[in-house]
């Protein structure tokens, strides 16, 4: 295969980890015998500094070309001033909008390593392996916003939260059907006592899961009540669809059940152009730009790294070298190879490049191990919901 997988770096830690994940991808190149080409571009703060705007043109034009994107990270104090007309955060913002990115997939599974680094009890984490869609743009980040002077110096501020009954009903349709290709369970989260978005939101989701997906169970969770079962029982879970400020906060919690930020990769997926063909994807880790660590060579980059299995995945069909990616990672942490965030007192911390190191020489070294009948087989909703050791993501999909 040939690929261009457009590389933004960004912000804070941002290029420390995208620098790990573009090794791996190239390790994969090599070892399966494909011709990957990378292309950097700025956004972020430093496409601010740079060229003045968050998002520059050509930064859009290369991603509109790719077909794929690597992103690390975006923001930091250097730009967040009160009032500020740009902001870095703009720029993902409008990436995800200029490339009709609206579902964003957040694996979130435990790894047995890893139960002393959660604060949660290890009994509540045992089977936890759930899978996060949200809606990626529309909702309050998106809706109408403004600013106006009162009375008496007074200032008000509005962010309105808009939805449109199709908006719902295809994210709910892309969750849906990855949870008929798990364990068949789908909870739909909102605030229906108290906002019409959301009262909205579960009536959608009630008749698309009853007319399209009558082999999925579904239930509704108010948004607070489901914030303290995550934490609670968080095993309960199978597939969960949220709109858009719901999902950032819920799935920031939930990573505190895999021991770290740090270990979450994200997909944002757009429409594809027919149901078999890989679609332009947005691949990044959950995490922020961290500036207070950046530099010093200690971030995290388990989750850039298992966002380029679901890179390989998604937008390139390439399931036996996804699965290569996955179980490079999970042996790097089954040796405690893990970085500062990870490790207990006792333990030594690895730094950025010493994992990105350790996962490249696996994929070096085990992929052809894997075999590709086997990794299309895991794929398969027969086998995805029984394998256990090497999946964090979920079949390929069909979004249309």
């Keep these: ?3 261009l997988i457009a590389v933004l770096p960004g912000d804070g830690i941002g290029p420390e980890v995208v ?7 190239r390790a994969v190149a090599e070892r399966f015998g494909h011709s990957f080409v990378f292309e950097s571009a700025a956004i972020g703060g430093g496409a601010i500094d740079t060229e003045g705007e968050p998002l520059p043109a050509r930064t859009l034009a290369l991603c509109r070309r790719a077909n794929a994107i690597l992103l690390g990270a975006v923001g930091g104090p250097a730009w967040d001033k009160p009032g500020a007309a740009v902001r870095p955060e703009q720029g993902l ?9 609206f579902a964003n ?3 979130v599974r435990v790894h047995p390593r890893l139960l002393a680094a959660s604060p949660v009890k290890e009994e509540r984490l045992r089977g936890v392996d759930l899978l996060v869609v949200r809606e990626l743009t529309g909702g309050i980040y998106f809706g109408p916003s403004a600013r106006d ?7 008000r501020a509005i962010d309105s939260c808009v939805y449109s009954s199709s908006e719902i009903a295809r994210v709910v349709r892309v969750a849906a059907e990855l949870a008929r290709g798990r364990r068949r369970r789908l909870t739909s989260v909102d605030k229906a006592n108290v906002l019409e ?3 909205l939101w579960r009536e959608v989701a009630t008749a698309i899961v009853r007319d399209e997906f009558p082999d999925v169970t579904l239930d509704h969770l108010l948004v607070d009540a489901c914030a303290m079962e995550l934490i609670r029982a968080p095993a309960r879970f199978d597939v969960v669809v949220t709109e858009n400020m719901f999902g950032d906060i819920l799935t920031d919690e939930a990573a505190v ?5 740090g270990m979450l990769p994200s997909a944002s997926l757009g429409a594809a152009p027919d149901a078999s063909a890989p679609r332009l994807g947005l691949y990044e880790p959950i995490h922020g730009s961290a500036p207070d660590i950046a530099g010093r060579g200690i971030a995290n980059p388990f989750g850039t790294l298992l966002a380029t299995a679901m890179l390989l995945r998604h937008s390139l069909g390439l399931h036996a070298e996804a699965a290569a990616v996955e179980a490079a990672v999970y042996a790097t942490i089954d040796e405690g190879t893990l970085t500062a965030d990870l490790v207990t007192k006792d333990e030594r911390a690895a730094s950025t490049s010493v994992v990105g190191e350790r996962v490249t020489a696996r994929v070096n070294t085990d992929a052809m191990s894997i075999s590709t009948s086997n990794a299309r087989a895991t794929s398969s909703p027969a086998h ?9 993501d979920t079949p390929t999909i069909s979004i249309t």
């Design 93 to 101: 913002l409008g990436l995800r909008r200029g490339l009709g990115l």
């Design 257 to 261: 059940l895999a021991g770290s930020i």
């Design 105 to 107: 997939l957040r694996p």
């Design 149 to 155: 002077n009162g009375e008496n110096g007074e200032v």
């Design 197 to 199: 978005t959301s009262r």
């Design 1 to 3: 295969m040939k690929a």
């Design 384 to 392: 995805e919901t029984r394998r256990e050791n090497a999946r964090t």
């Design 19 to 25: 620098a790990e994940g573009v090794r791996v991808l």
